[in-house]
């Protein structure tokens, strides 16, 4: 009982988790997110800059639709971005730009031995005196043609960084960084060329978030780069993939239709969908599911407690006894009575049952030898010849039995004899007056 109660109690308490379970919040970089963490305004800039139709924010990437034309951007993935696609379509022409610190895409750039690490501890530039809040300042090649810039930057003196890290490269060309107080400078962005296309990396996403686009140069920036990616150069205008946090791909730019592929592409589908979970809560159908299933299981659990009737079980040491081991006369019935069971033993209750009914007219004590009792009660009564006869034939029959079970002889009576020694005793009964 106390196990059912707490049963029920659990199960109460669970619906109200579930009933009343708050809506998370929008996480940071979503793209609908209007919070000051969030990443609507950096997509309303770029369909302004480059046209609506040509910005597609996804939540799934099919890599096998992509032109060379087109450039991809991830800010802050949450899985791996498929190294052997992103690969083959930079090789192709394409352009893919990672902005990220502390996601996935470091296993993206790891390939290129980029790296991150610390920022200098004493920035010389940053907003308000935090170190925090650091400047990026453009980074100016000076060649024998005279100082040059990447096209991303050639219209930003500074970016205002959040919370950033920075970027170890051995080769690529350097686009922003960050100046310590010292000599020393360490990038956040970086660019360079893969096959026919171009791989740009930058380590602070919260660069391009809806408060730090309120600076000029980082909006600035921010259209620079998308730009760079489909339109800036020799290249054709082509369209610009937006994904971020937890996404989809789809195998298919590097014609690789592999199990490993589709496998990949599964991982990274339930990826995704835990990622959701874990940033929005579950899905209000997810909670009514649940309310359900629980309700059943209560109801179905209540039935079983309440409304269901039960045959006893009695326990192995309760069980009654068998009938022959209870003594008595119902035991001693069972005892005559079973197919196992001497037909001897018959003979003997009903030699007992003859001495008694003798003994009990003639006023002797029960154990009076049986023989003894007969002729005393012929003395006294006189009995039809076939009557007296077959009672001597009874008696005789009676000793045979008594000395066999004594000596432990095996004694055959059939049947037929047993039921006329107990038509004698019916005949001799009714004579005494004990008629059955």
């Not at 659990?10 to 990443?39: H, K, M, Q, Y």
């Not at 919260?206 to 800036?232: C, H, T, W």
């Not at 299981?297 to 045959?311: E, V």
């Not at 081991?325 to 009575?337: N, P």
């Amino acid at each position: 009982m106390f196990a059912r109660r707490v049963w029920v109690l659990v199960t109460l308490v669970s619906l109200s988790i579930v009933a009343w379970a708050p809506r998370a919040r929008a996480g940071a970089f979503e793209f609908a997110s209007n919070e000051w963490d969030g990443c609507s305004e950096l997509v309303s800039l770029l369909r302004r800059a480059l046209g609506n139709e040509r910005v597609l924010v996804r939540a799934a990437l099919p890599w096998g639709e992509l032109t060379p034309a087109d450039g991809v951007m991830f800010m802050h993935p949450a899985q791996p971005i498929i190294e052997r696609e992103a690969v083959a379509f930079m090789v192709a022409g394409g352009r893919v730009a990672v902005v990220d610190d502390h996601g996935r895409g470091g296993e993206l750039l790891s390939r290129f031995k980029i790296v991150r690490r610390a920022l200098p501890l004493a920035p010389r530039g940053m907003l308000r005196g935090n170190t925090e809040l650091p400047l990026a300042t453009v980074v100016v090649d000076e060649s024998a043609t005279g100082k040059q810039v990447h096209p991303t930057v050639a219209s930003v003196r500074s970016v205002a960084l959040n919370h950033a890290t920075g970027l170890d490269h051995p080769g690529l060309s350097a686009v922003l960084e960050v100046r310590g107080r010292g000599s020393e400078a360490v990038a956040v962005a970086v660019a360079g060329q893969v096959g026919q296309g171009r791989l740009f990396a930058m380590s602070d996403p919260s660069a391009f978030i809806n408060e730090m686009l309120r600076f000029p140069d980082n909006r600035q920036f921010a259209k620079s780069l998308g730009r760079y990616l489909v339109g800036g150069d020799e290249r054709t205008a082509g369209r610009l993939w937006i994904l971020g946090g937890s996404f989809v791909q789809h195998p298919g730019f590097a014609e690789s239709n592999s199990l490993r592929a589709q496998l990949e592409a599964l991982w990274g589908l339930l990826a995704m969908r835990a990622a959701e979970v874990r940033q929005r809560g579950l899905p209000w159908w997810m909670h009514s599911l649940l309310a359900v299933l629980l309700l059943g299981g209560l109801a179905y659990r209540t039935r079983r407690a309440y409304l269901l009737r039960y045959r006893p079980n009695v326990p192995h040491y309760a069980q009654s006894s068998a009938l022959g081991t209870q003594g008595g006369l119902a035991g001693r019935v069972a005892v005559l009575g079973a197919q196992s069971t001497s037909v001897s033993l018959a003979l003997v209750e009903l030699r007992l049952l003859l001495g008694e009914a003798l003994a009990e007219v003639l006023g002797e004590p029960p154990d009076t030898p049986l023989a003894a009792l007969v002729s005393s009660w012929r003395a006294s009564t006189e009995l039809h010849a076939s009557l007296a006869l077959r009672l001597d034939d009874t008696v005789r029959l009676f000793g045979h039995v008594e000395r066999a079970l004594v000596t432990g002889r095996a004694l055959e009576v059939k049947a037929p004899p047993l039921s006329e020694v107990s038509a004698v005793i019916d005949e001799v009964l009714d004579c005494l007056g004990h008629g059955t």
